[in-house]
């Protein structure tokens, strides 16, 4: 008896063993690489969704059809994110599946108006991920999730790989939702987002468009006001300590007309908030270490004397960039440089009266900036590949 | 003995601000203060439980205070097992119906019941190595992501602040109880040993809750936890190293399925044993299946849905709730025993 029992049981618990409740194979999946979201002229949200096809991958890999699509893009709209998102399974036979998603694209008429509401659902949905980048472009995101790319197969990972090395000239800052996310719950900090847009292929044959990183979008809480150009915005990472690499062009010594190129290698930033006669003061305290990258001009650079000058060249070229970025951020009132919570952590007695209205303190921030650099090599090359002339190195 | 081992990391969103691992740092000497009635209770009668005893004290009355702790562990394990399903059907399978994460778990709960204490033990020493090792192996893959910044100021608000933390995090270890009741079953009579055993439990205890709060707030930052509903579980999600060590939130899950399968099942021999004591029976073994009847519809009754959840849990109601069973009843009854001079009264 006891016997029949646990056979009885144990194929019980075999009807246990298969699995899940709602399992999702592979073929009912729609692997979404990109997200786009617009606004409609009636105020729907349009959502677009870069949808992988598997089958495209693996057939052009044999390198017969390059020029079919390996992507797929839906657009659908509705009252909110979410119903926009699920409108699209109209379309698709396949539910999206958003885990492998890499971008999100919002459109600058949207963000103008408030982010904060459309992103809801990318926090609160488990099957979103945290990691994206977040991108905001001038025209309409579904353009920019539309948009193929000649090197990469999906388009998607493609503009993630273009954030993942914007750090070489560090115009662009990448932000990832979690970033985003982060400044949007603080009361003070204000957000970046890198702006993307499309420039025209030059080559004739084609119509296509291609995508581009240009420019910072700035948000006021949630609600973007306004662009950085990629000097301003390297500005901001100086501050952010955030700058990883980047070309400085400096006017050349001795020889006005001509430029060179130094090339930061690191940098760091340590800010320091104080009072000074009653007055909140922020020193910026900037350390970037370069080398000379390029060098334009007849001059014999390589020596103590010009490399001195060299360095306080690209010190001033970076003040010049951090001023600028300051000063346009407290006009339009934005804490981007995450004063606030530096703030916060050096002066913890006043800061209760300080985050009331910080909006209004912050512009009257005096910000000192001091910045100190390092050149450290000059290349492959230890003198300007042309002789000095008469005309060019009097000193000679 | 191995009951240090039933602890487990509660991963509720930690409160306050970035002093709170200082708190949890604090909550040592609090767990312990807090264990005091217990000891001494235990020392006066060191072979039987907190239900037995409460009736060696308070006579037929204390079959009423043991009654009412049975119904506190069993309201206590169908919170648990609340918590565990929202977060189950929250985060992971959003469509599995909780009846059926429940009836994968509570028989082999009650399998392992029926087998003994001894059976829940050993399981613990077994797994309880896996789970504190992948708290670290999550605390290293984070520690590239980590802002360590985030805990200055130091001390901001007041000190007092601070302790109040302490205490709030203490009477949320609702094990403390569970203590009462396993003592007997130590095999070490010397009460130095169960004194460092009470220590290291909570040394233990506060080290792990310190490395997840040090996960959370450096990776989230400070004002985001408050808003997330699962913040390790966030936390855990952002782990990507070389593009290739990603999406490890699996590994998190076991730890928490194992823990909790512990934590259940730790209950589950509590409430059996507690109710067969009040009721005198000598062998606890009939009651598992008839509690195991009891015990899933109950704690599918409790769940209404996640807002309850999270005003129950909030530091308002249930640490102070929590409080009146673990130091006020136990702290009565024994100032009862030492005025009528009961038990073993050793100096």
Redesign the interface.
């Given at each position: 008896m006891k016997k029949v029992l646990t056979t009885i049981a144990c194929i019980l618990l075999l009807t246990?063993l298969p699995g899940?409740?709602?399992r999702r194979e592979l073929n009912t999946l729609s692997i979404v690489q990109a997200v786009g979201i617009d606004r409609t002229d009636t105020g729907q949200i349009s959502v677009s969704l870069q949808i992988l096809k598997p089958n495209a991958i693996k057939s052009s890999t044999s390198e017969k059809d390059v020029g079919s699509k390996s992507v797929w893009v839906v657009t659908s709209e509705g009252e909110t994110v979410f119903d926009a998102l699920r409108n699209s399974s109209m379309q698709t036979d396949r539910k999206a599946y958003f885990?492998h998603n890499t971008v999100y694209v919002l459109s600058e008429e949207l963000a103008r108006e408030g982010i904060g509401d459309e992103l809801d659902l990318l926090g609160r949905d488990?099957e979103f991920?945290?990691?994206p980048y977040v991108f905001i472009t001038k025209g309409k995101a579904e353009d920019i999730i539309r948009s193929s790319h000649e090197q990469e197969k999906i388009p998607g990972q493609a503009i993630q790989k273009m954030a993942e090395i914007s750090f070489a000239t560090s115009k662009i800052p990448k932000i990832n939702f979690?970033e985003l996310?982060?400044n949007l719950?603080?009361?003070t900090n204000d957000s970046i987002i890198p702006g993307i847009t499309l420039v025209p292929d030059k080559s004739e044959e084609s119509m296509k468009n291609f995508v581009k990183l240009e420019g910072t979008a700035i948000l006021k809480k949630d609600k973007m006001i306004g662009w950085f150009k990629g000097e301003e915005t390297r500005g901001v990472l100086w501050i952010l300590g955030n700058v990883k690499s980047g070309i400085l062009v400096v006017p050349t010594p001795n020889d006005e007309n001509k430029k060179s190129g130094i090339e930061v290698i690191k940098a760091n930033s340590r800010i320091v908030a104080e009072r000074v006669d009653g007055n909140l003061e922020i020193t910026v305290n900037v350390h970037a270490d370069g080398n000379l990258g390029e060098h334009m001009g007849h001059e014999d650079l390589v020596n103590p004397e010009d490399f001195k000058e060299l360095e306080e060249l690209m010190a001033s070229a970076i003040e010049e960039e951090i001023r600028s970025a300051v000063d346009k951020a407290q006009e339009w009132e934005v804490d981007i440089f995450k004063f606030g919570t530096e703030v916060?952590?050096?002066l913890?007695k006043e800061w209760p009266e300080l985050e009331k209205n910080w909006r209004e303190e912050f512009p009257k921030i005096k910000v000192n900036i001091v910045v100190d650099t390092t050149l450290h090599w000059a290349g492959l090359m230890k003198k300007s590949i042309q002789p000095p002339t008469k005309e060019g190195g009097e000193n000679q | 003995m191995v009951i240090i081992i039933t602890f487990f990391p509660v991963l509720d969103s930690p409160p306050g601000n970035q002093d709170v691992w200082l708190a949890l740092l604090l909550s040592i000497p609090m767990h312990l203060l807090l264990s005091v009635p217990i000891y001494l209770l235990w020392k006066r009668f060191p072979n039987q439980s907190f239900i037995e005893y409460s009736q060696t004290i308070l006579g037929q009355a204390g079959k009423l205070v043991g009654l009412l702790y049975v119904l506190y562990f069993l309201h206590d394990v169908s919170m648990f097992l609340y918590r565990w399903s929202a977060f189950l059907t929250t985060a992971i399978m959003p469509e599995t119906p909780v009846l059926f994460i429940l009836i994968f778990l509570l028989p082999f709960c009650a399998y392992a019941v029926l087998k003994g204490i001894e059976v829940i033990t050993r399981f613990a020493e077994l797994f309880a190595p896996f789970i504190f090792a992948g708290i670290i192996i999550i605390f290293l893959l984070l520690a590239k992501d980590m802002d360590l910044k985030v805990f200055s100021p130091f001390l901001e608000k007041s000190f007092f602040s601070i302790l109040l933390g302490a205490l709030v995090t203490a009477l949320r270890t609702s094990e403390i109880l569970i203590f009462a009741m396993l003592l007997p079953y130590v095999t070490i009579k010397k009460a130095k040993e169960v004194r460092s055993m009470f220590l290291s439990t909570y040394s233990i205890l506060a080290f792990f809750w310190i490395i997840c709060v040090i996960v959370v707030l450096s990776t989230l930052g400070l004002d985001l936890p408050k808003v997330l509903q699962f913040s390790y579980f966030d936390a855990v999600r952002l782990i990507s190293i070389g593009g290739f060590i990603e999406r490890i939130e699996s590994i998190h899950l076991s730890m928490w399925l194992i823990s909790g399968y512990l934590r259940v099942a730790l209950y589950f021999f509590v409430i059996v044993i507690g109710l067969s004591q009040v009721f005198g029976l000598k062998n606890y073994k009939p009651l598992v299946i008839s509690i195991l009847t009891i015990l899933i519809p109950i704690s599918l009754a409790i769940q209404t849905n996640i807002t309850d959840l999270n005003q129950f849990l909030n530091y308002h109601i249930e640490p102070w709730y929590n409080l009146f069973f673990i130091f006020i009843i136990p702290v009565t009854l024994l100032s009862i025993a030492m005025i009528r001079k009961q038990g073993d009264i050793k100096p």
């Open positions: 246990m899940c409740w709602n885990p488990p991920r945290k990691l979690l996310l982060k719950a603080s009361k916060h952590r050096q913890p | -």
